[in-house]
């Protein structure tokens, strides 16, 4: 089992920056991908970015690319989601996802996910 939680979401104006941290516990010795996904309210939970196991592998949803970086520290099992250049259309709920142990590659399908974190959420004012 791997246990995630997330943190650093907030209120923030459009045009500013965020840093989100997912610290990860549990089978953290495991190998795996992870990724970041958003939930806005009545909509569906959508990808936001996938980093593979050594960090060489990422892919961004196209509405966040060129804004966010994702990025990962195995040696501290976390895994940290850069918001720049924020919009009031980035304003979710967003998780941090692990796929399941020996899973290296990366995913933009949350059905690959074995793992989630409980979200945190971010707000974005105009």
């Known amino acids: 089992q791997v246990q995630l939680v997330e943190s650093g979401g907030g209120l923030v104006q459009a045009g500013g920056s965020l840093r989100l941290s997912c610290a990860a516990s549990?089978?953290?010795?495991?190998?795996?991908?992870m990724g970041w996904f958003r939930q806005a309210p009545g909509k569906e939970r959508d990808f936001v970015a996938t980093?593979?196991?050594?960090?060489?592998?990422?892919y961004y949803a196209d509405s966040v690319k060129g804004r966010f970086t994702i990025s990962r520290d195995n040696a501290k099992n976390t895994v940290s989601l850069q918001m720049n250049s924020l919009k009031p259309e980035d304003t979710a709920v967003y998780y941090c996802?692990?796929?399941?142990?020996?899973?290296?590659?990366?995913?933009?399908?949350?059905?690959?996910?074995?793992?989630w974190g409980q979200g945190t959420q971010v707000t974005v004012s105009s």
């Open positions: 549990g089978r953290t010795s495991s190998t795996y991908a």
């Open positions: 980093i593979s196991w050594s960090g060489a592998s990422t």
């Open positions: 996802a692990a796929r399941a142990p020996g899973r290296l590659s990366i995913s933009r399908y949350f059905y690959d996910y074995d793992y």
